[in-house]
């Protein structure tokens, strides 16, 4: 049996076809899933008995467990459990715009960013598209709000599960699903080119955000082993043609590491590299955690890297901290439940 919460209208549409119901169905059961939130086969009461009866055969509406949570101010980390006992993290950031949910896509990641701890946990699987939209569905509910951006920058890289994370997609952007408008969707990648060209002819209106981290090939191979499969003069090439097809801008991320990528040099080398491009560079203050060697910039050595990349007319902000005492950073928090600590 599958979870109903993997499937997009379209595909909703083709199972209720091809049982011998009319396509409409679908939206109708969308709006029980998504709208009214239902969680018993028992109160879709306009779906007839021989359909539900169907239905109740071929899906699950089982949800995923929420077994640990940390409160701050204006952040809630949230530790799943899903069925088969694996564990992912998720994120609610409290800002002025809105309620914004960092979800992960994996169980462990295999990029092996080295500042990174998910990269401590090698991947176990794929997180399944239902998996995801539980995130979602289980915090609104959890907290009695409604989420209205979303960022896949939790646990895993979105771009080595394109294929459950494509109909995830759908399935919050759909008006008749969870309804979150593509413009407040974000899906942050290593740098994976060949999905980078895929994700381009998808035309899907979601933002991309590339985390990049590094101004020269040497130092982000250090950093980012992904680097020495797709090199920075091919990837910022894709981001080109990104940014010429969509007529959209490209975020970077750069997360700044004391005394290793955060120098003056590296400041006016990843000005160069961006030049002329539409982009923005989001710098993020590094979130230290006790396993992994390296420190947080200083304050003045952010500064300093921020107004060279301004002199160099680079649109540029410093990221917010959220929770560093929460322990935010991407894999913390299932790490330190993990090792029970
Ligand atoms: N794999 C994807 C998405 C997950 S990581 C990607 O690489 O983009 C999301 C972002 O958090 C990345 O930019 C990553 O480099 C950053 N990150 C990881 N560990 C961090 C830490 N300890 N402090 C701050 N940012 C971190």
């Not at 646990?155 to 109909?167: C, K, R």
């Not at 590339?210 to 980012?224: E, P, Q």
Request: aromatic content about 8%.
């Amino acid at each position: 049996m599958e979870s109903i919460y993997g499937f997009t209208l379209e595909m909703l549409e083709d199972y209720f076809v091809n049982i011998g119901e009319k396509k409409f169905k679908a939206t109708q059961v969308y709006e029980w899933l998504y709208k009214k939130r239902i969680t018993s086969w028992d109160e879709m009461t306009n779906v007839k008995k021989d359909t539900l009866n169907q239905m109740k055969k071929d899906f699950t509406l089982d949800s995923i467990s929420i077994i640990a949570k940390n409160v701050g101010d204006d952040v809630v980390k949230y530790l799943f459990e899903l069925a088969d006992s694996s564990k992912v993290e998720a994120v609610l950031m409290k800002h002025d715009y809105g309620n914004s949910l960092c979800v992960s896509t994996e169980v462990g990641c295999n990029m092996g960013c080295t500042f990174c701890e998910s990269g401590r946990m090698k991947k176990v699987r794929n997180l399944k598209t239902n998996e995801m939209v539980l995130q979602i569905l289980q915090i609104e509910k959890d907290l009695k709000i409604r989420i209205s951006h979303v960022v896949l920058m939790g646990i895993g890289e979105p771009f080595d599960n394109y294929d459950n994370v494509i109909p995830f997609i759908s399935i919050i952007n759909s008006g008749k699903g969870i309804d979150i408008g593509a413009r407040h969707i974000t899906i942050s990648t290593c740098g994976i080119i060949p999905k980078i060209r895929e994700f381009i002819s998808d035309g899907r209106q979601v933002n991309l955000a590339i985390s990049l981290h590094a101004s020269n090939d040497a130092l982000r191979s250090k950093l980012m082993p992904i680097n020495k499969a797709y090199p920075l003069k091919d990837l910022i090439k894709i981001l080109k043609e990104y940014i010429e097809v969509t007529g959209r801008r490209v975020t970077f991320e750069y997360v700044l590491l004391h005394e290793v990528n955060d120098s003056y040099e590296n400041a006016t080398e990843l000005a160069k590299l961006l030049q002329g491009m539409n982009c923005y560079v989001n710098l993020i203050p590094y979130n230290e955690t006790s396993h992994i060697e390296y420190k947080k910039s200083s304050q003045e050595r952010i500064l300093a890297f921020y107004d060279t990349l301004k002199k160099n007319k680079i649109n540029v902000t410093i990221r917010r901290e959220f929770g560093a005492k929460l322990m935010a950073a991407c894999g913390q928090l299932r790490s330190s439940y993990e090792e029970g600590c």
